[in-house]
């Protein structure tokens, strides 16, 4: 692929994937049109060498490797990791709310998220849904409300003269969609809506018993720019990395086994059955090496390049950064390093990276907190502690990181498309 085709398909991927659930599901179709074969956890496998195949845990977190003809014991296992979650506002389990003749929906903040971003957006609903068919079958099903069905507008500036110099945002009262108008017929039951958006794909709802929700901006993703030398988006961080990664495992022709997992909850610490301090990586590492002995010699000889978005220099507020290691947009991907293991780069892992970029032509950056100032964390400190094994972080440089609209340079996902084709197809010498 060239960096017009990544720039495109990242679009196309970023668009059809608000939410994690609908993420992976994407990434399994991609999966499955380049021939690979689906597991189960609970079944038995039988994986023949030379063969490709994925697992998906929770229907948020997935696997996917290629086995090379040589045990994983002899070789180790090039793995890249990222997450598939991003910061948002996930709907509560009662949140219907009257208020002043107005439909409300009562939300929480999952993660990070940067709160004045959700302002005078317009909102739809994206997620999960569990149900009972007709048959009393327990079912699960994606959905997609796909219009704007939701806004939280901002209060006037007439009514909040401090807006602009002083102003705080409570979750609990200030971040509340509105949905319309107080009806004439009773309250609104969200429930009751769900299971007629479900029976508009298809399905056959009795009873809606539960939903894994989340607003999304409805705004698509672009090129913008003079020159379109950015990407504009929700959940780049960590989506990007996600669909770079995947693309890179697919264009490559592996020289040992080659590994990508992409994991849920990593904005809310990953501790959770689909999560980095999950057993999913583990567990499948289990499965591919013949023996305890095996999975620890294939580990030592391992590495882990942990994808995630860095923080680029914004040029407003670039007394934020260290002055030596401020990352720029459409430079290259950051490698990035923290003293106190924040990041789990080390210098033998960062200089692989180093000359993998320099074979692939490739620029590359590093990226230090300022020592005054909290780091934040990736997934590859959790995958070096569990699994015993070599760990890059690296990421592309974004600016708005953790809005409900980040930006990124056109050119970096095809500079770190390159750089992970190149690790997925170096031998172990």
């Known amino acids: 692929m060239n960096e017009t085709e ?31 074969s689906e597991l189960l956890e609970e079944e038995r496998w039988q994986l023949e060498p030379g063969c490709s195949y994925y697992v998906i845990r929770g229907g948020a977190a997935i696997i996917a490797f290629r086995l090379s003809f040589e045990p994983v014991g002899e070789t180790g296992i090039a793995m890249v990791g990222a997450h598939t979650d991003s910061p948002a506002l ?36 994206a997620g999960r849904v569990s149900y009972l068919d007709q048959n009393a079958r327990l079912c699960s099903e994606l959905i997609d409300f796909r219009r704007a069905v939701a806004v939280i507008p901002s209060l006037a500036i007439h009514l909040d003269r401090k807006a602009n110099s002083n102003r705080s945002i409570n979750a609990q009262t200030d971040i509340v969609p ?27 709802v ?20 003079l020159d379109e030398e950015f990407i504009a988006s929700a959940r780049l961080d960590n989506l990007l990395s996600c669909y770079v990664g ?4 697919l264009a490559s022709d592996p020289a040992r086994t080659a590994l990508l997992v992409c994991t849920d909850h990593e904005e ?5 059955h689909t999560g980095a301090h999950g057993t999913f990586l583990d567990a499948v590492l289990g499965r591919l090496a013949a023996d305890p002995e095996a999975k620890t010699r294939a580990m030592s000889q391992s590495m882990m390049i942990s994808v995630d978005n860095a923080h680029g220099v914004h040029p407003n ?10 990352p720029l947009l459409n430079k290259g991907p950051v490698i990035k390093m923290n003293a106190s293991q924040r990041y789990a780069s080390s210098s033998v892992t960062s200089g692989l990276f180093r000359h993998l970029c320099d074979q692939m032509s490739v620029p590359v950056q590093t990226f230090v907190v300022r020592s005054d100032m909290a780091c934040g964390s ?32 056109a050119k970096d996902p095809f500079f770190l498309y390159r750089a992970l084709v190149g690790f997925f197809e170096r031998r172990n010498d």
């Open 6 to 36: 990544i720039n495109q398909s990242l679009i196309g991927f970023l668009n059809s994937s608000p939410s994690p659930f609908h993420a992976v599901h994407g990434m399994q179709c991609l999966l499955n049109a380049a021939g690979f």
């Open 90 to 125: 996930k709907i509560k389990p009662v949140p219907e709310l009257d208020k002043n003749g107005y439909r409300q929906l009562g939300v929480e903040v999952y993660g990070g998220a940067l709160l004045n971003s959700w302002f005078d957006r317009d909102l739809s609903l």
């Open 246 to 249: 995947l693309q890179a495992l």
């Open 178 to 204: 509105i949905l319309g108008i107080t009806g004439e017929h009773g309250r609104w039951d969200l429930r009751a809506q769900l299971a007629v958006e479900l029976e508009t794909i298809g399905c056959e």
């Open 268 to 272: 809310v610490g990953s501790a959770s």
């Open 317 to 326: 507020f670039a007394d934020k950064h260290d002055a030596n290691h401020g």
């Open 206 to 225: 009795d009873k809606v018993l539960d939903f894994d929700l989340h607003c999304y901006d409805t705004q698509p993703a672009a090129l913008i720019g």
């Open 378 to 409: 990736t997934i590859g400190p959790i995958a070096a502690a569990q699994l015993g094994v070599n760990t890059l972080d690296v990421g592309v440089p974004t600016f708005a990181m953790h809005s409900v609209r980040e930006l990124a340079g």
